[in-house]
């Protein structure tokens, strides 16, 4: 089993739907300015890896899903598809 793609919408400060396709077997650098989300992106493909929560206060990246930009957000969604 392995991830093909990743799709990240309303999870912290990613509003809009940001696909990430992994399909192929090769590195896949995130790369970006400063602030600009590239943790933030980590930490939701970290969700399907519930065997190591312990590494990051337990789940921590799971409960604190809240957009600090918004008041109100839709609730956050973070699918994966696996070939």
Do not use: Q, W
């Amino acid at each position: 089993m392995h991830y093909k793609r990743f799709l990240i919408k309303n999870y912290r400060a990613i509003t809009g739907p940001l696909e990430i396709d992994v399909e192929k077997r090769a590195l896949t650098p995130i790369i970006g300015v400063n602030e600009s989300g590239k943790t933030t992106v980590l930490h939701a493909i970290f969700a399907f890896d519930c065997f190591n929560d312990h590494l990051n206060d337990g789940g921590r990246h799971l409960k604190d899903t809240s957009n600090l930009y918004r008041t109100s957000s839709p609730p956050a969604t973070i699918e994966a598809t696996l070939t």
